[in-house]
């Protein structure tokens, strides 16, 4: 019963709580919406809060409850896009990099480094300058900004394991170097770039917000948080509730975030990967705190 | 000691160049070019490819990116940033009266999270898991969380609309200025605050704080005598990364408030596709990145004798 206690202790679930519920109310958003949230009706403008309308209709008679539901949507397609896309090019050049060693691994990092001098967000600016405005460049941009970090980390964790003895064996009973990286090195550099990137998520909501914001992101009818929130800061003085609204919603899903990041840092999840794996080492862990305890009780009765 | 100094100056020195040859190549990479861009403004749609060829050639823009590269990095050791697309004025004219805004923005800001992070830090770890330790954890979780121009939304809300205390944009004294400087300095205030509170409690657990406390110091003498000055490099290396970090606070920032600086022509640049403008600002932003950063080092290089030697050996 107390291992049974203890495995909920070790994975931050209340913490978790808020991702899985933005996670599901994007998924499930088109059934969540009351109204289409880019639906605009002039005989029901800035209205207050009423059964009709729960947050009420904006400027243009928007219901804003669909439009908040709408825009984490938006947010969560737009930032898994992202990851997966900034994971997959990071983990392909900083493995690389790590694996081959050399002049290549050199080249690689000295851009790695460069890239890495500039704030992401600085990168996607410029990329943006250069693309032009709208979604799919924003997704380029932000991809663009944010694989550099990916990759150093792979780096640095291919580095270390190549130095690992198993790492030689392998190679002396004759695996190939494909096999050797997919099989041995690659499931430690996903297990720590995975914590990482969850981590990480609530910084890209925060981004893709703040492109929105500054209107070099999602375009107007469709409903974005930062775009939203520009929007009411017209109407900030007789409708404050337009800017709280998105900008509530906005923060609550970054605090959530940040909250799994600072668990999973104190709590250094080192490689939170299938289930069985985790179930493995928590048996053993305790298998050897009772041979621990089991020894003290010899030692304390001899 | 002086021979590590020049060669992480030179070090610098190459990484502005490496980092801004890359920005160089990836905007002249940009679809549309300038010459086009150029002939449109002068003459309108109409404007036929023999004209654009001819501005073109003007510009230079035929030549092999490496030559118009090194041609613009010494035209801009000189101050001749070139024209900008948008305003049709000299961009170091632009940058002279930006400027001055920009760094007022960030000192503020700078000196206000530097405060409120030193304090917010020091009560956290005196409280040591009481209430106040808790409120200032939640304060500087949510502070870390917010968005920036939520930030100065709630801050205009509240003092300019309620309240009626300060203005809402514009440059008029002092009070003008409040807004601004509290919306950028939130957030590396809690994160600062944060490293603040971590790496005190860390080093009392260390043999000199015990020390300390065998001399028959009190807590919070130990707290501020002992540890207090051994956090000084995790928390100069943090205060370097978040001060350039504020760069895209300022960006916001200017754009809410409606001030005049570089972050806000940044933000015009790119809306105009104004390429010359964009190029500028990024070698600005370039400079002043690594500048910081080899501040930092140099700062902390002074301040601990451990790293001092360790280089110079």
């Given at each position: 019963m107390t291992s049974k206690l203890k495995q909920i202790k070790d994975w931050p679930w209340l913490v978790l709580s808020p991702v899985v519920i933005f996670v599901l109310i994007g998924i499930f958003a088109p059934w969540i919406m009351q109204y289409n949230p880019a639906a605009q009706n002039y005989d029901a403008t800035l209205q207050g809060p009423s059964w009709q309308h729960w947050f009420g209709t904006d400027y243009l008679g928007r219901d804003i409850f669909s439009r908040i539901v709408g825009g984490a949507r938006i947010s969560l397609v737009a930032m898994a896009i992202v990851l997966v896309a900034a994971l997959a090019i990071g983990v392909t050049i900083g493995s690389f990099a790590g694996y081959v060693g050399g002049r290549v691994e050199l080249v690689l990092i000295s851009v790695i480094d460069i890239a890495l001098a500039l704030p992401s967000l600085v990168i996607a600016l410029a990329l943006i300058g250069i693309l032009g405005t709208g979604y799919w460049s924003m997704i380029t941009a932000l991809t663009l900004a944010w694989w550099a970090n990916y990759a150093r980390m792979s780096r640095a964790v291919v580095t270390a394991e190549l130095q690992q003895p198993y790492i030689e064996a392998a190679r002396v009973m004759g695996a190939s170097h494909i096999w050797i990286f997919v099989r041995h090195i690659l499931p430690h550099v996903l297990g720590l770039v995975v914590v990482y990137a969850s981590a990480d998520a609530g910084a890209l909501v925060l981004a893709i917000a703040t492109l929105s914001f500054l209107g070099l992101g999602v375009a107007p009818p469709t409903p974005e948080w930062g775009q939203m929130l520009v929007d009411g800061m017209s109407y900030i003085e007789e409708y404050p509730r337009l800017v709280i609204l998105p900008g509530m919603a906005l923060t609550l899903v970054v605090v959530s975030f940040n909250l799994l990041g600072e668990a999973f840092a104190l709590q250094k999840v080192p490689r939170p990967v299938r289930g069985g794996l985790l179930r493995k080492r928590r048996r053993a862990r305790a298998e050897e705190e009772q041979a621990r305890q089991a020894a003290e009780r010899k030692a304390a009765s001899a | 000691m002086k021979s590590v100094l020049i060669k992480r100056f030179l070090l610098a020195c190459f990484l502005i160049v490496a980092a801004s040859a890359l920005t160089f190549a990836l905007v002249a990479a940009a679809p549309g070019n300038v010459a086009a861009l150029i002939a449109e403004r002068a003459a309108g749609p109409g404007a036929d490819a023999e004209m654009i060829r001819k501005i073109g050639d003007e510009l230079g823009l035929y030549d092999p990116l490496p030559l118009r590269y090194a041609r613009w990095l010494a035209s801009a050791a000189t101050g001749d940033l070139g024209v900008s697309l948008?305003?049709?004025?000299?961009v170091a004219e632009e940058f002279a009266a930006r400027i001055p805004m920009t760094a007022a923005l960030l000192g503020g800001g700078g000196l206000i999270a530097f405060l409120l992070s030193l304090t917010l830090g020091i009560a956290g770890a005196a409280s040591n898991g009481r209430l106040a330790d808790r409120v200032i954890h939640g304060f500087s979780l949510v502070g870390a969380s917010t968005p920036n121009f939520f930030v100065a939304a709630l801050l205009v809300i509240v003092f300019s609309v309620t309240l009626g205390w300060l203005p809402t944009f514009g440059t008029s004294g002092f009070q003008s200025w409040l807004l601004p400087w509290a919306t950028i300095a939130l957030f590396p205030a809690s994160v600062l605050s944060r490293v603040v509170r971590v790496n005190l409690q860390e080093a009392m657990s260390r043999p000199f704080a015990t020390t300390g406390f065998a001399k028959g110091y009190t807590r919070s003498s130990v707290l501020l005598r002992e540890a207090l000055p051994n956090i000084a490099i995790p928390y100069l290396t943090t205060f370097g990364a978040q001060f350039t970090l504020m760069i895209i606070g300022s960006i916001v920032v200017e754009t809410v408030f409606a001030l005049r600086g570089v972050g806000a022509f940044f933000i015009d640049a790119i809306r105009f596709r104004d390429f010359v403008g964009m190029q500028s600002t990024l070698l600005l932003f370039i400079i002043f990145f690594v500048m910081t950063n080899l501040l930092v080092d140099i700062i902390c290089m002074l301040v601990d004798p451990r790293i001092r030697r360790a280089r110079s050996a």
């Open positions: - | 948008r305003t049709g004025k000299p």
